[in-house]
């Protein structure tokens, strides 16, 4: 898969737009929630956030950052990277991955009430896809709760710019080469027991029903309709 520059400014910008990433200094940077710790109570605990953000998410950004210091890739785009990611030690896929996914799973979050509405556009592609958004609402929770051990579920937009629900294992995500189903995530969600565990234990279900009241639309369909363009 051939990477366009215009992919990586991409990435560049969006890091801008988050006000994470000023010009001229280290692309990877660790982003500022876009919300504090108890914005999206109750469906997640302040106490969730705080540990999933200020420690879990931490981490892998700053074990990613060791991974990649001194070699190639620490000036390279992370889309690049994922491209390519069997070729990279085991460090750089979990950190990497984990410093990434937890960047979209964010921004694809907002408060209920403040999370916009879905686009037209992302509505009636998904309603072409799937049947209806309740079709599509039932395969990415299937795909969440039936991903086995710790990973994430996505709608992505693959290659043929078809909508497709996938699951990926640990951190990997669906613009890595070792992906079963490659694509541009639009949407993510986190199934680790991290992410959940505080609130609900072991009923990762009642999280992955209680996600879809802070999914932030807006974001959703503007990553989609950025991708449709591409
Ligand atoms: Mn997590």
Redesign the pocket.
């Known amino acids: 898969m051939i990477i366009t520059k215009s992919e990586c400014q991409t990435i560049k910008n969006n890091n801008h737009d988050m006000n994470t990433n000023k010009e001229n200094t280290s692309k990877f940077e660790f982003p500022t929630l876009p919300y504090s710790y108890d914005a999206l109570e109750p469906y997640i605990d302040k106490t969730t956030m705080e540990i ?1 953000y200020s420690k ?2 931490r981490a ?1 950004y700053d074990n990613f950052m060791k991974a990649i210091a001194g070699t190639e890739a620490e000036n390279m785009c992370i889309k690049d990277i994922f491209a390519n990611i069997s070729k990279y030690p085991v460090a750089v896929r979990n950190n990497g991955g ?1 410093y990434y ?2 960047k979209l ?1 964010w921004e694809n979050m907002a408060p209920k009430g403040e999370n916009g509405e879905i686009s037209t556009e992302l509505k009636e592609a998904i309603i072409k896809r799937f049947g209806s958004l309740e079709e599509f609402e039932k395969l990415f929770e299937e795909a969440a709760k039936t991903r086995f051990g ?1 990973g994430w579920a996505w709608l992505i937009l693959d290659e043929n710019k078809d909508l497709q629900v996938v699951s990926t294992p640990n ?1 990997d995500n669906p613009l890595m080469d070792i992906a079963d189903k490659k694509g541009t995530p639009l949407l993510a969600l ?1 199934v ?1 027991e ?2 959940y565990y505080l609130k609900y234990q072991n009923r990762r279900p009642d999280y992955v029903n209680a996600f879809w009241n802070v999914v932030n639309w807006t974001v959703v369909s503007s990553r989609f309709e950025k991708t449709m363009q591409k």
Do not use: E, I
């Open positions: 999933h879990h998410h892998y984990g996914n937890h799973f710790s951190q986190d680790w991290h992410a």
